[in-house]
């Protein structure tokens, strides 16, 4: 799926299954709110933190999707195309990044 097709698919299910967007103030609560969800897998796979019985099934693929469905909704609502947009921020980071990583000891 493409990302112009993603957002068409959120949009179709908006549409038939969510009735309307909720207003980009409350996607971006529920954008903050899954991102949180995505952190603490993390923070337990791959960090120090111990895993909760709350925690038991989460899936970090599932929550990415969550993250990216969020996103997509804020995208649709304010007239972002994210493939424009992510052609544009890529180029961005090409021109003003890719020396710089070349160049960090750190990376090596």
């Known amino acids: 799926m493409t990302i112009q097709e993603a957002q068409q698919v959120v949009d179709n299910w908006i549409k038939e299954n969510g009735v309307r967007y909720f207003s980009e103030l409350t996607n971006m609560a529920i954008l903050t709110e899954e991102v949180g969800e995505v952190a603490r897998i993390i923070s337990r ?17 599932d929550e990415l999707a969550d993250v990216l469905f969020v996103l997509i909704c804020l995208a649709n609502q304010t007239g972002v195309n994210l493939t424009e947009a992510m ?16 160049q960090n000891p750190k990376l090596k």
């Open 87 to 102: 052609e544009k921020n890529l180029a961005k980071k090409t021109q003003r990044d890719s020396q710089r990583h070349k």
């Open 45 to 61: 796979q791959y960090g120090e933190q111990s895993f909760k019985q709350s925690d038991t099934g989460k899936d970090l693929g």
